[in-house]
Nanobody, 121 residues
Framework: QVQLVESGGGLVQPGGSLTLSCATSGATLRLNAMAWYRQVPGNEREFVAAISPDDDTKYADSVKGRFTISRDSAKKSMNLQMNSLKVEDTGAYYC???????????????WGQGTQVTVSS
C-alpha cells in the first residue's frame, strides 16, 4: 500500500520561502516519477512540478524560476523548495507518484493528506 505524507506548509508573507517535503512508503520511489500538485477550494487540483527517476524536471509556467523539485531515492522523500512566494501560490499541496514520459507527467490516484501553504501579508 502506498502512503504519502506531505509536510512543511505554513503561513508566509509574499516574497518569502518554504520547503515542502513528501515522505513515501510502500512505493518504489526509485522507479517512480513524483510530482507536486496544489488545490484551492472550488478549483481543480493543478500540476506544479514533477521529477523523473532520472531527475528530469518539469514545472508549471507559473512557478518556473521560483520553485525547485528534488528527490532523495535512498530516503524515499521528495522536496519542493518554494522561493519568491506569491499570494496566488496559496493552496493545499499534494505529492503524487506517477509516470514521466516524453516530457509529460501522468499522475496516479495516490494522494496524501496535503499540506497547506498560505501566502498572505
Amino acid at each position: 500500500q502506498v502512503q504519502l505524507v506531505e509536510s512543511g506548509g505554513g503561513l508566509v508573507q509574499p516574497g518569502g520561502s518554504l520547503t515542502l517535503s513528501c515522505a513515501t512508503s510502500g512505493a518504489t520511489l526509485r522507479l517512480n516519477a513524483m510530482a507536486w500538485y496544489r488545490q484551492v477550494p472550488g478549483n481543480e487540483r493543478e500540476f506544479v512540478a514533477a521529477i523523473s527517476p532520472d531527475d528530469d524536471t518539469k514545472y508549471a509556467d507559473s512557478v518556473k524560476g521560483r520553485f525547485t523539485i528534488s528527490r532523495d531515492s535512498a530516503k524515499k522523500s521528495m522536496n519542493l523548495q518554494m522561493n519568491s512566494l506569491k499570494v496566488e501560490d496559496t493552496g493545499a499541496y499534494y505529492c503524487n507518484p506517477g509516470t514521466y514520459w516524453n516530457g509529460n507527467y501522468f499522475p496516479t490516484d495516490y494522494w496524501g493528506q496535503g499540506t497547506q501553504v498560505t501566502v498572505s501579508s
